[in-house]
């Protein structure tokens, strides 16, 4: 007896150790589960406006044929120390934010098949891995729930099906008004799918009901723990020996709520079941704070209330066993005690992605939407940037022959057209290419100046206005061809058009202006410059000395005969007009020294030619608003007529490509912009226009870009200007994504090996740090290569005033 005592004992303890060892390893494993997740952000385009209701309901049935295809994700055997695999979802709003965020967390070896799966429910869907946030007040209490069914899991409760409002908007309406700091929240919601079967139970229901029983007493029978010797009876058709001669009672008549009731609970029998936990944890700075925030949550799913049928209740845990679901919150376990049984269709009611238009503020959307990049990339080429399209990064290249149909750049003002601009020209200045840059604010052309590789040193050329002791010669007046002549003369025109508005000008003055030009034309040895201008109208002495070099008799008889024929009064009020517009630049210094040198003391030709970086500092905030434009003007049109000068070159393929990049280029072109972009690809002079507004631009150079720029990017922009650019980039992306798109982030719609893609977006490279000291190097080489010094620059000026 005692032996047998013994062996009993030492198999008991025996058992116990094996059991401990196994429950201890299931821990760790379970443990080992929850550190091998990943949680990822789940963000959405925001709606705008909302759809009828039934076509809601379509978007929320997607949600729900989601939940059902992770049964066969998920329904992998389990390790002998692993737990079933579960996913986590998670509204949550940490505790130094006020935002509102859906969260998804998961096993990293289902990651990349869950989110091919939602991608494939939802493509608009913006997926990110995050690091972990946190919801608690580390000085502050903590509250939290479990939410349970009331009743039987067989019966379902009230779900989007049923109810007219948003499921979701309710619930995070109670999570919207919490405090920016010092107040956290999370609904967590753990799924995972289970291989029980309500068939069975609900049929039994059914059976009951049909037969008259009230709804608690066909639930007392499957409740019931000897209700399976009633169903081992039923199964070998066994009667009690009571009801063998019991008459056979007919079907009862059903009443309409019986027969809601059992069509709700066959409902719910015919979908998948998956196996639940719901939790509610909240912090705060007092224990009322957090219970008063814990209470307005769980009011929430008061909503699902199905009346007779099924509803939840939550579960307060205090102390130790608050700790407890702390710490599976925090470690995201799952809870086999807090186990409730949930339909498809319910699990989208209590949780759905924000598929649908949502009043509440402050949840976390996709500022704007993300696309794929065209199948067919060129593998060489300029960098633009990078496309990440779920989870999916590609490297966007534009190639030279696309480039020369002009890239247009829009974007507000600090959203990164910049970095864009500086890592292109980076490119093209290591590559060997000719780089002309016009910098209306400077930053840029410092910038440059600062990454020119030093085997490149002697192809820089900079034209710095405001380096006032080293003048550069600009002077749009030498032409070497009556082409050349007509251009310039047009140029100018248009220059003063622009300048001082055209319809304050008129045709008189137009006319007397051009042919003031012509005769400061005429002398080819030594043309006249704008500094000139006004001594033609006032200085007979010097006009007299012009007309000897003056052939044109058109010319000859505007000074000879029709100046001789206005009154004085209008020739004083014309006379007078023109030196105070052209004045301003002969008074400034500045300006006077360099418009004012005969000679350009830059070779545009050479410049084009032989691929030189011209680098261009046009700073309004140190020259002058009306000086940077008059200047950048004149560049404009030399370059221009540089370009066209290439149409004497009768091969074209022996042109050298030049890049021409152009930040404001609305300050620095007339209408004939429109012609280079026309025409500029068989000149090789691929222009980059960056801007802020599309308000900024003429209806002919507007139309003119929108109708030739090959590449179109997009950065950020205002209402007005997402209105017109939508119809270049819809039905991709919409007016909200144009004006809510990040800094540093575009959207593009491309010319790739001559065909325009679908839009998409990339975003920018980083640039390289720029060296100061190499700069200043490089304009000390510029100076002594390009400009002279200020004072022989003004002897020469004053000499040919006869001062």
């Known amino acids: ?24 390893a299931w821990q760790k494993g379970i443990i080992f589960s929850s550190l091998n997740f990943v949680l990822l952000e789940i963000r959405f385009p925001k709606i705008l406006e909302s759809a009828d209701i039934n076509k809601e309901k379509e978007k929320l049935l997607i949600m729900e044929q989601f939940y059902n295809s992770l049964n066969t994700i998920l329904q992998k055997e389990k390790g002998f120390f692993s737990p079933k695999p579960y996913i986590i979802f998670e509204i949550a709003v940490p505790e130094e934010s006020e935002e509102i965020g859906f969260y998804l967390a998961l096993p990293k070896k289902f990651q990349n098949t869950v ?20 919801i608690f007040n580390r000085s502050g209490k903590n509250a939290g729930s479990v939410l349970k069914l009331k009743r039987n899991y067989i019966l379902p409760f009230q779900t989007y099906k049923k109810l007219e409002a948003s499921t979701l908007g309710l619930i995070t309406n109670a999570v919207s008004s919490l405090k920016a700091a010092g107040e956290g929240v999370s609904l967590q919601i753990l799924v995972r799918p289970t291989k029980h079967s309500s068939k069975s139970d609900a049929a039994k229901i059914i059976k009951h009901l049909y037969q008259g029983k009230h709804l608690d007493e066909a639930l007392n029978e499957i409740e019931n723990p000897l209700s399976f010797i009633d169903a081992f009876r039923e199964f070998f058709n066994i009667k009690k020996s009571e009801d063998k001669n019991k008459p056979i009672e007919p079907p009862k008549t059903l009443t309409p709520l019986s027969q809601e009731l059992i069509n709700a609970v066959d409902n719910k029998a015919k979908q998948n079941l998956f196996e639940v936990n719901i939790r509610i944890l909240v912090s705060s700075g007092t224990g009322e704070e957090a219970t008063q925030i814990l209470s307005n949550v769980e009011s929430a799913f008061a909503q699902f209330e199905f009346p007779d049928l099924n509803s939840f209740y939550s579960f307060r845990p205090q102390k130790r066993i608050l700790k407890k679901l702390i710490y599976n919150f925090s470690f995201r376990l799952f809870n086999k005690s807090e186990s409730i049984w949930l339909s498809g ?3 989208t009611s209590v949780f759905h992605f924000p598929i649908i238009k949502m009043e509440t503020p402050k949840v976390r959307f996709v500022k704007a939407k993300a696309a794929a990049p065209p199948a067919i990339l060129p593998a060489s080429g300029s960098v633009l940037g990078r496309n990440q399209f779920r989870n999916q990064e590609t490297v966007i290249k534009l190639n030279p022959l696309d480039r020369r149909r002009h890239i247009y750049i829009i974007g507000q003002t600090g959203t990164g057209k910049s970095y864009l601009l500086r890592n292109l020209i980076k490119q093209d200045i290591d590559s060997g290419a000719g780089v002309g840059v016009i910098d209306p604010h400077g930053d840029l052309v410092e910038a440059i100046l600062g990454l020119v590789p030093r085997h490149r040193f002697n192809d820089v050329v900079l034209f710095d206005p405001a380096d006032t002791e080293w003048p550069a010669g ?18 100018m025109i248009a220059t003063f058009q622009k300048l001082f508005l055209a319809e304050h000008l008129g045709p008189i003055f137009e006319h007397s ?13 030594s043309p006249g410059t704008i500094v000139d201008i006004p001594r033609v109208f006032t200085d007979p002495v010097f006009i007299r000395q012009l007309l000897i070099k003056v052939t044109d008799p058109l010319v000859r008889d505007f000074w000879e005969k029709e100046m001789l024929k206005m009154t004085e009064q209008y020739k004083s009020e014309m006379t007078g007009y023109l030196v105070s517009k052209v004045g301003r630049f002969v ?11 005969s000679r350009s003391s830059i070779d545009f030709n050479d410049i084009m030619n032989n691929g030189k970086i011209f680098l261009v500092n046009l700073s309004k905030g140190r020259i002058g608003e009306i000086n940077s434009a008059l200047l950048g003007l004149i560049i404009t049109a030399k370059l221009q007529m540089a370009a066209f000068k290439r149409a004497e070159e009768k091969n074209e393929e022996s042109r050298r490509d030049f890049y021409l990049y152009m930040d404001e280029f609305q300050n620095f072109t007339t209408d004939s912009i429109a012609t280079i972009l026309a025409e500029a690809r068989k000149y090789r002079l691929n222009l980059v226009l960056a801007h802020q507004f599309i308000g900024q631009l003429t209806d002919k150079i507007r139309d003119s870009v929108f109708g030739n720029a090959g590449s179109i990017i997009s950065f950020r922009v205002g209402p007005e200007d997402a209105k017109f650019l939508v119809k270049y980039f819809e039905p991709v992306f919409s007016e909200q994504d144009l004006i809510n798109i990040d800094n540093r982030h575009a959207y593009a719609k491309l010319l790739i090996n001559g065909a325009t893609t679908t839009p998409f977006n990339i975003a920018t490279e980083t640039s390289p740090e720029s060296s100061l000291d190499e700069a200043e190097k490089l304009r000390e080489l510029s ?20 001062h």
């Open 1 to 24: 007896m005692i032996f047998y005592l013994l062996f009993i004992l030492v198999i008991t303890i025996v058992l116990w150790f094996v059991w401990f060892l196994f429950h201890r």
């Open 115 to 134: 989110q091919r799966q939602i991608q494939g429910f939802f493509p608009e869907a913006h997926l990110e891995a995050v690091n972990d946030y946190n």
């Open 345 to 347: 269709e319910e699990l």
């Open 474 to 491: 600009l002077n749009l007046l030498e032409a070497a061809t009556p082409q050349e002549k007509d251009f310039a003369i047009q140029e």
């Open 513 to 525: 202006m051009r042919n003031a030009i012509l005769t400061l034309m005429a002398d080819e040895t």
């Open 587 to 597: 008074e400034n210094s500045m300006m006077r020294n360099i418009i004012g040198q």
């Open 783 to 802: 100076r002594q290569k390009y400009a002279k010094p200020r004072t022989e620059v003004e002897e020469i000026i004053n000499k040919r005033f006869g």
